[in-house]
């Protein structure tokens, strides 16, 4: 079975773990592969409230689903040990890349050191820092086989990967962060993360042949975001009050970054940007969460009709700017505030069928 890839066309905070989350609940993915480090979180919601992830795939919302950390992943032991409770996972559902790359305590404390959230607005985590180290291929660089607590969770995430592929599973890698922020393609680098955030890189860091993906989802939002603070320039940027105003939500609609809890920064749909991203990720899906931004009218439905006209019309116009469809429409910030239009065409089919018949 072929391996899709969800990746973000903006600044991060698109939707990705909300796509990843659907597909794995409601699309029955067999297994969900993570990317990155903790200073990513992808929301869920699970038991009616949001739920942050930083580490664990966002496939987590399925108890068939299994979860891998890949090689290119950077771990936090005590975020990462936290959701292995809070989820109660164990070794048989969850398997970590033997060559992932510990976070030490002090890494963190270098990047503020080093004046990294003022310069760029880091989230210093430690992240970039245990990146850097392991570039420079110290000796005192700690992978995941070197930390007795996690041996149990050790395997060779690529192989394990191929494995499933070769049996008929679903799988979804799950990358982080988003296409404006990559370190190499970035318009604005400096003002980027510590590592690549296209396909191409996700699947450098799961260690898969580009010949085994068969789908790329990219998310983007109606309303980029960015990181509060100096983390670089955000095109057409306007203030919450302006949505507000403009969709007549009844309340300001702000938003916090799921790590460093800071006010997000926000702007109009850059459509320069998206198209530079679909050039770097030839998506076959878009996914486009925050309709509800557009028009409260919009907030909480889960039927393309039930959309205004006008989202529609922007709907069609992006499909033609990025030459691929859009098949998952978020409503809102809960998992099931969600347009699946595949589940449409699929029920129609059905249904057609049944008249046929």
């Known amino acids: 079975m072929p391996?899709?890839?969800?990746?973000?066309?903006?600044?991060?905070?698109?939707?990705?773990?909300?796509?990843?989350?659907?597909?794995?609940?409601?699309?029955?993915?067999?297994?969900?592969?993570?990317?990155?480090?903790?200073?990513?979180?992808?929301?869920?919601?699970?038991?009616?409230?949001?739920?942050?992830?930083?580490?664990?795939?966002?496939?987590?919302?399925?108890?068939?689903?299994?979860?891998?950390?890949?090689?290119?992943?950077?771990?936090?032991?005590?975020?990462?040990?936290?959701?292995?409770?809070?989820?109660?996972?164990?070794?048989?559902?969850?398997?970590?890349?033997?060559?992932?790359?510990?976070?030490?305590?002090?890494?963190?404390?270098?990047e503020k050191e080093a004046q990294l959230d003022n310069e760029i607005g880091s989230t210093c985590t430690g992240t970039g820092f245990a990146v850097s180290k392991r570039a420079l291929?110290?000796?005192?660089?700690?992978?995941?086989?070197?930390?007795?607590?996690?041996?149990?969770?050790?395997?060779?995430?690529?192989?394990?990967?191929?494995?499933?592929?070769?049996?008929?599973?679903?799988?979804?890698?799950?990358?982080?962060?988003?296409?404006?922020?990559?370190?190499?393609?970035?318009?604005?680098?400096?003002?980027?993360?510590?590592?690549d955030t296209t396909a191409s890189g996700f699947l450098s860091e799961a260690g898969i042949s580009p010949l085994a993906v068969s789908d790329i989802i990219m998310v983007l939002r109606t309303f980029p975001i960015r990181v509060g603070g100096k983390s670089g320039p955000l095109p057409q940027e306007i203030t919450w009050k302006v949505i507000q105003f403009e969709s007549r939500y009844p309340y300001e609609p702000k938003e916090f970054t799921t790590v460093t809890k800071k006010l997000r920064r926000v702007a109009r749909f850059d459509v320069e940007i998206v198209k530079t991203a679909a050039v770097a990720n030839m998506p076959t899906q878009i996914a486009l969460m925050g309709v509800d931004y557009l028009d409260y009218k919009n907030k909480g439905v889960t039927s393309f009709d039930q959309l205004t006209a006008k989202t529609k019309e922007f709907v069609f116009w992006l499909e033609r700017e990025i030459e691929a469809p859009m098949t998952l429409i978020g409503s809102g910030p809960t998992d099931s505030e969600l347009v699946d239009r595949l589940e449409e065409c699929e029920y129609e089919q059905k249904r057609d069928g049944e008249r046929v018949t």
């Open 3 to 110: 391996i899709t890839v969800v990746v973000g066309g903006q600044y991060g905070g698109e939707g990705k773990g909300k796509t990843v989350a659907h597909l794995c609940r409601n699309r029955g993915f067999d297994v969900a592969v993570r990317c990155g480090g903790p200073n990513s979180g992808h929301t869920i919601t699970l038991n009616g409230r949001q739920v942050v992830l930083r580490q664990v795939p966002a496939g987590v919302v399925n108890p068939r689903t299994k979860l891998l950390l890949a090689a290119g992943c950077l771990l936090d032991q005590d975020v990462l040990f936290k959701e292995i409770e809070l989820f109660s996972l164990n070794p048989n559902r969850l398997k970590i890349d033997r060559n992932a790359v510990i976070i030490k305590k002090d890494y963190a404390q270098k």
């Open 137 to 195: 291929r110290k000796k005192d660089v700690k992978l995941a086989k070197d930390t007795p607590s996690l041996k149990p969770y050790l395997t060779e995430v690529s192989k394990e990967i191929m494995s499933c592929h070769i049996s008929g599973k679903r799988i979804v890698v799950e990358g982080t962060q988003g296409f404006g922020l990559s370190v190499y393609h970035s318009p604005y680098y400096p003002y980027a993360t510590s590592r």
